[in-house]
């Protein structure tokens, strides 16, 4: 596996375990529907929380929340519409970013990153 896919499924992991210990319980890792895929998908007090992670080494070209662009925001939209209409879900949802900095070993959660519309 070449080495930022590495970098990607070991931030992915991080992601979840840092969700976990803030007191998220995991609905799913890695959901697909057609082409589009979210990282996780997890409740957090009764909400249902579509969470982007974005891993990087460094900041040099931007912080890692500033990855997630219009495209992959609407993107994410349609995917969890999707995910409601096959599970049935009703109630609360929002969605959240989880930025892993590689070379601090440090997590930061954003939470409602953005919105539907």
Same mark, same amino acid.
């Given at each position: 596996?070449?080495?930022h ?14 969700l ?8 799913c890792v890695?959901?697909r ?5 979210? /990282? ?5 007090n009764?909400?249902?929380v ?7 080494? =460094?900041?040099r070209?931007? !912080?890692p929340? !500033?990855f +997630?662009?219009?495209?992959k925001?609407?993107?994410l939209?349609?995917?969890a =519409?999707a995910?409601?209409s ?6 609360e949802?929002?969605f /959240?970013?989880?930025? +892993?900095f590689? !070379? ?7 939470? /409602? ?5």
């Amino acid at each position: 596996m070449a080495k930022h896919l590495e970098a990607g499924v070991w931030g992915e992991q991080q992601a979840v375990r840092y969700l976990l210990e803030c007191g998220f319980e995991i609905v799913c890792v890695n959901w697909r529907y057609k082409h589009l895929e979210v /990282d996780v998908i997890a409740k957090d007090n009764g909400v249902l929380v579509f969470v982007e992670v974005k891993s990087r080494t =460094d900041s040099r070209f931007g !912080e890692p929340k !500033e990855f +997630v662009d219009h495209k992959k925001k609407r993107n994410l939209i349609r995917l969890a =519409d999707a995910y409601i209409s096959y599970t049935k879900y009703e109630g609360e949802i929002r969605f /959240d970013i989880v930025s +892993v900095f590689l !070379e601090q070993s440090k997590i930061e959660l954003i939470k /409602d990153a953005f919105w539907s519309n």
